[in-house]
């Protein structure tokens, strides 16, 4: 069964950093793309940032880029986020989620998602 | 960055009843557009890929049709469990986007 995992949300103040964590199982981790997509309360979804299997390959939305970084360590099963000089408009909850196609040359579907972790940035 | 435009907003039908929801890109994504469906609390579920295929274990009266920068999801009859909100989303370049959604509500 694959399963997601977030962790490392939290109340924040603008300016700072908040580093999250995305624990896999279930399948072969380091065959497919992986992806954060956020929904901030009450919104539709943004996707935030992807990387691929093998980290040859990554993409950040416009709102975000510059400011947060996607990693994922294969041998640990586990993609992150490191989300700096955050703003109040970065409030969201944040999903991990699978791509669909192992070993995609293109990703971007997702197909399992984790429950997600909630940042919240406020003074 | 590719604009994604659902419509309607909301949608208000009974149970039975068959369900057309439109997304318009502001560029040709090809096929490559997906459907998804969220409930309250409840993390999206992948509905249609490649704009016309199911994914595992969705219901056949779920189905996705169009192609370049028009697309449709149609629910065929509306069970109760239908009653969400569904999200459209294009992949181009590693730059994803997906529509604002709409709301299939119960009249």
């Known amino acids: 069964e694959v399963q997601l995992v977030e962790s490392g949300g939290g109340l924040v103040q603008p300016g700072r950093s908040l580093r999250l964590s995305c624990a896999a199982s279930g399948f072969t981790f380091d065959d497919y793309a992986m992806h954060w997509v956020r929904q901030a309360p009450g919104k539709g979804l943004e996707w935030v940032s992807g990387?691929?299997?093998?980290?040859?390959?990554?993409g950040y939305a416009d709102s975000v880029k510059g400011r947060f970084t996607i990693s994922r360590d294969n041998a640990k099963n586990s993609l992150y986020l490191q989300m700096n000089s955050l703003r109040a408009e970065d409030t969201a909850l944040y999903y991990c989620?699978?791509?669909?196609?192992?070993?995609?040359?293109?990703?971007?579907?997702?197909?399992?998602w984790g429950q997600g972790t909630l940042v919240t940035v406020s003074s | 960055e590719i604009v994604l435009t659902q419509s309607p907003a909301t949608l208000s039908l009974s149970p039975g009843e068959r369900a057309t929801l439109s997304c318009r890109a502001s560029q040709s994504v090809s096929s490559y557009l997906a459907w998804y469906q969220q409930k309250p609390g409840q993390a999206p579920r992948l509905l249609i890929y490649d704009a016309s295929n199911r994914a595992t274990g969705i219901p056949a009266r779920f189905s996705g049709s169009g192609s370049g920068t028009d697309f449709t999801l149609t629910i065929s009859s509306l069970e109760p469990e239908d009653f969400a909100v569904y999200y459209c989303q294009q992949r181009s370049n590693f730059l994803l986007t997906f529509g604002g959604g709409t709301k299939v509500e119960i009249k």
């Open positions: 990387i691929s299997w093998n980290s040859g390959s990554i």
């Open positions: 989620a699978k791509d669909l196609v192992v070993v995609a040359d293109n990703p971007g579907y997702f197909d399992y």
